[in-house]
Each structure stands twice: as structure tokens, then as C-alpha cells.
């Protein structure tokens, strides 16, 4: 079972999905769950891949607000840091960080037995852990496939959050071991050749890219009343219209 959870302070802002239920960027987090469940119609999506091309993006607020409206629904979801470099969800989450996913590789525990509960329910957090010097050779581990599948027993599903993929290689091993990924763009910030290189990154191991998620779209323009909106770009085109509430 997952640990208690050792607060080291309040949840984060950022927790808007929990926080504010009925906003519109929650509306888009909810609209992300019902995507990532059509996409797994033939192929059941079980764990799956947030990353981004690029640092600064908003691959962690998503993974932390789209585990929420999954745990929403009833399902037990646990998100696991596999951002080693610059672990985010223990603050996110307001969780103590001194065991994580790197106690549970090392300690060849499951990461049922190390994550952390939340106080959304139905929602646990496996953080980081302790740093480690070789972070890209402890993700892309046998270790890390062989507990990433057997942690399927224990949740309906798990999101991962890692590093951005041009930075560095943790993100595109990692992609070899889950059922799909997310990309996360934001909108304005990254050329399209990067965002490119980055999809060929992950095709290149047979990674399965569910869609894109672009962050920071300025709707204002289009008579909608705020700034930041998501949306799933596998389902939600130009031609389809743009949703709002």
C-alpha cells in the first residue's frame, strides 16, 4: 500500500484541477482523460509518458492536474517523478521527498510500498527520491521496466513525469517501457524543427505518441475569456473548432 503522506507543506497552486474543479483549465484537463480514453480503445493505455521538448514547458502542472481528474473518476493513479534531474511533484504535492522512485530501484522494492498518498482520493505520488549521480542509467534500467510493469497490478493507471527529450536521453528510454506518451508544448516558446526532433527522438525507439498537448494558447482573440487553455491535438483540430466553456 502506499505510504501516508508525509506533508512538508500545502499543496501547490498549480493543483487547479483540485483546487478549482468547475475552471475552464480543468474543463481541459477533463477533456485530455476522455482523449487518452478513446486513443486506448484498441491498445489500453496503462502507464503512460509526459514529456516535453523543451524545459519550461508545463509537462509537470499537467501530469500533476491530469492525475487528479483521472483519480476523479474513481480510478487509482499514481504519478511517478522519474524527472531525476529536476524533480518537481514532491513540492507540487506539498510531499517530503527522501524516499522516492530512486529508494524503490535501489532497494528493488515495489513503488506501491513507497509512494505517498495525496489528499485527492485515489491518487498516490512516487517522488523522485534522493538525486542520483547516473539519473539516464537508472530510468532506462531493467530494473525500472521490470517494476514499471509490475506496479501495473496495483493502479489503474500511471503517469510518468521525465525530462525534456532535447536536454537529454532519460525521456526517450522511458518511452520504450510505457503504452504511450504526451507531449506537452508550449505554444509560442519552441521552434517547430525542435518539436520536430523531438518526435523523431521518440518514433525512432517505437515510442507511441498519443498527441500533443498545446499549453498557453491565447484565446482571447477568438471571444473566450481566459489566457491559458489545453487541448488534445489528436481530437481537437482547426476544422473542428476550438471548445470552450
Not at 9 to 33: D, G, M, N, Q, V
Not at 133 to 147: D, F, I, T
Amino acid at each position: 500500500m502506499a505510504e501516508r503522506a508525509k506533508t512538508a507543506a500545502a499543496p501547490s497552486a498549480t493543483l487547479i484541477a483540485h483546487a478549482e474543479p468547475k475552471s475552464p483549465a480543468a474543463e481541459a484537463y477533463r477533456s485530455l482523460r476522455t482523449s487518452i480514453q478513446f486513443a486506448g480503445l484498441d491498445h489500453k493505455c496503462r502507464t503512460i509518458l509526459v514529456t516535453s521538448s523543451t524545459p519550461g514547458e508545463g509537462k509537470s502542472t499537467t501530469v500533476a492536474n491530469f492525475g487528479v481528474v483521472l483519480a476523479q473518476t474513481g480510478s487509482r493513479v499514481c504519478l511517478i517523478d522519474s524527472d531525476l534531474r529536476r524533480p518537481t511533484l514532491h513540492r507540487v504535492f506539498g510531499l517530503g521527498n527522501n524516499r522516492g522512485l530512486t529508494s524503490a530501484l535501489l532497494e528493488a522494492l515495489p513503488f506501491a510500498e513507497v509512494a505517498q498518498t495525496t489528499s485527492v482520493p485515489g491518487l498516490s505520488v512516487l517522488t523522485s527520491g534522493p538525486v542520483p549521480p547516473n539519473p539516464a542509467e537508472l530510468v532506462g534500467s531493467n530494473r525500472m521496466r521490470e517494476s514499471l510493469e509490475a506496479a501495473v497490478d496495483q493502479y489503474d493507471m500511471i503517469l510518468l513525469d521525465s525530462p525534456p527529450l532535447v536536454s537529454v536521453s532519460d525521456a526517450v528510454a522511458l518511452s520504450a517501457f510505457t503504452d504511450g506518451v504526451v507531449l506537452v508544448v508550449q505554444t509560442g516558446k519552441v521552434p517547430h524543427e525542435v518539436i520536430r526532433r523531438a518526435a523523431s527522438q521518440l518514433h525512432a525507439v517505437k515510442g507511441r505518441i498519443l498527441g500533443v498537448v498545446m499549453n498557453a494558447v491565447n484565446l482571447k482573440r477568438d471571444g473566450y475569456y481566459y489566457d491559458y487553455y489545453r487541448y488534445y491535438h489528436s481530437y481537437y483540430t482547426p476544422s473542428e473548432g476550438k471548445k470552450g466553456r
